[in-house]
């Protein structure tokens, strides 16, 4: 069975129109180097509609972005920093899809007023793998060193010392 490794990412952009497209297609490649291409569209395009509606309704246009994969579920959040930027009236319809094509999916509120939205998409049979820790590789001072085998001709010696004792003794 396919093992999958614990994946982080995170991404700080200016919202614009043409940057909407641009950080689809980053978020596609790393989904696809984690070896989730079929997650690539619904998670590219609710990250895509966020973008739009925060580009299109807020005042501050910073948003970070992160996806982290579990090895079952891929959660996708934007944050934003404005704090009239209202989720429950200037971005109804854009949650409405985001609800219809996700798994789950929320909005919380920080302690400054940003607000963070996240979707999850679960990882369907094919793709679902349990989780397997990176295990840490040993520096070279730390590695030990293979023990070297024994000439076959040491081993022998001490055999053919003892043949050759007795055959004196005679």
């Known amino acids: 069975m396919k093992t999958a490794v614990p994946c982080y990412y995170h991404l700080d952009v200016d919202v614009s129109p043409e940057r909407a497209g641009q950080v689809r ?16 569209d619904p998670v590219c395009g ?27 579920h891929l959660i996708t959040a934007v944050g934003e920093n404005n704090q009239d930027l209202r989720p429950d009236q200037d971005l109804r319809g854009c ?10 999916w929320g909005c919380c ?10 979707f999850s998409q679960r990882a369907r049979a094919g793709v679902r793998a349990p989780l397997v820790p990176k295990a ?3 520096a070279l001072r730390e590695r030990l060193q293979t023990p070297r085998a024994l000439p076959v001709a040491a081993l022998a010696s001490p055999a053919r010392e003892d043949r050759a004792a007795p055959e004196e003794a005679r």
């Open 136 to 138: 840490p590789e040993p």
């Open 25 to 40: 297609r980053i978020l596609a490649a790393h989904l696809r180097f984690w070896g989730l291409e079929d997650l690539v």
């Open 46 to 72: 609710g990250a895509e509609m966020l973008l739009r509606a925060i580009d299109e309704h807020a005042t501050d246009k910073r948003v970070s972005i992160e996806m982290w994969w579990t090895g079952q």
């Open 95 to 104: 949650l409405a899809r985001i609800a219809a094509t996700s798994d789950g």
């Open 109 to 118: 509120a920080s302690r400054t007023g940003s607000k963070v939205i996240w």
